[in-house]
């Protein structure tokens, strides 16, 4: 059920796509100054927030609805109907800087992240019909797309504004949106449009929107709470930006990880496939890899930083390290949900969101008001720890429920 290759396949372009991601960082790390690049960091959180919202809970909840009853189709609906969602979302989000509710920046940040969105409902389109070689080779698209205008704006116009970049991202999303139309109308099976099949896709990702949401919010918990405490001048605005160099310094691993995830969510819906023998020995070989590869990769990332910037931003190696730890964590976690989704227990992971929403906002807000970034660190591995530990109790409590009616 799990082959290995597919996986390690998908896990070559997603390096691709993390190692793009980390050299355009390290442009801008290189090119602003730790305060600028910290708000640089909050308006791109602000950014990729907004690529990802209009796929919450649906993108996989087409792949799940795909793999469950492949005789429907619904690829033509959810484009449509996706597409006319970001147009909307578009005019409201200019009518609210034209009556002065957000400034321009955050406009251009939020439509930016709308237009290039409906790219990631392609890759769910290819995923969920098991197209995994093109699937890997359009992963590093967006990554690529966006490096070209860092390139350009840094080295060609010479540009230091840390917001001004985000109108450039602006105006590359509208291409976007129209680039992706014809390869994802293409994957529709028949032109006729049956609106049913949208609502049976949206109930197939309920399960999904609750915690995709929890994990847009926790994944930019660190940089917002950072942000509102240096506005407030409890902490430097430069912490902002030396939490996100160590951030940005340990991003591949997730990206590498999560492509794991990737391939195992198009068999949630079947009934046992993460119960058989094939699938414990390779789950089992890929922890001990995916553990081995963190620390290889954390004790390299840390040494680099090191030696690009010794004294520029502050707490990078324990940041490194402990993002790096976190992300392990969250990947270990993951496994464990998949296997709680796969028994049909939906409901009780969604207690395990709930907890881990209130322990990441609630640990942040202490912890950096106590200690800066040090407890933005320590606020990332515990929220990641609480998911774990929440999965793995709920699969023993099955397990033992079982044993009982058995």
Known sequence: MLNLKLVGGVAIFRSASAAVTFLTSLILMRALSPADYGVYAFYFSVFTMAVLLPGVGVNNGFVSYSSADSSENAVLEMYIAKTGLVIAGVAVVGAAYWLGIIDSTAAACVAAGLLFSNGEFLLSV????????????????????????????????????????FFYFLGVGVLSLFCTAWPIITEATYPKVHWSVCKAVL????????????????????????????????????DVGSYMAGYNFAFALPLLTSSIYSVLLAHTKKEGSFSTPEFRSAERRLIVAATLFGILYATTASVTAHFLFPNKYVYLNYTIVGVAAGMLLSFFASLERLK???KGLDRQTNYVTTLQIVTSLGLNAIFIFLFGIRGAIVAFVMTRLVAYIGYRIILLRWRNNVKQFA
């Open 126 to 165: 290819k995923q969920s019909k098991k197209k995994f070689t093109i699937f890997a080779l359009l992963l590093p698209l967006r990554s690529l797309t966006m490096a070209a205008v860092i390139i350009v704006y840094v080295y060609v116009l010479r540009e230091r504004s840390p917001t001004d970049i």
């Open 203 to 238: 109930l197939t990702g309920l399960p999904f929107i609750y915690f995709e949401a929890a994990a847009m919010i926790m994944l930019r918990a660190e940089v917002w709470i950072l942000t509102y405490f240096a506005a407030h001048h409890v902490i430097s605005t430069k």
């Open 340 to 342: 709680a989704l796969n």
